[in-house]
């Protein structure tokens, strides 16, 4: 479901967690997805407990090259 939302344009911003833990091979996020997002940088952060947070929004939404 993701990979057809992003497909459609509906999705301005992301806001992704990532959770340092090593248990192997891994997994995509959108598997479904033909091309690259491109996406610029908002607001980097850092928790306590060592997770890190993204929150990107689309270039191709805001009209940014």
């Given amino acids: 479901m993701a990979g057809s939302v992003l497909r459609l344009g509906l999705v301005d911003e992301f806001r992704i967690?990532?959770?340092?833990?090593?248990?192997?091979?891994?997994?995509?996020?959108?598997l479904q997805l033909d091309a690259s997002i491109r996406t610029r940088l908002l607001e980097p952060g850092r928790s306590p407990r060592g997770s890190f947070t993204c929150a990107t929004k689309s270039r191709s939404l805001t009209g940014n090259p």
């Avoid at 959770?19 to 891994?26: F, K, S």
């Fill in 17 to 30: 967690f990532v959770h340092p833990l090593v248990l192997g091979a891994g997994k995509p996020f959108f």
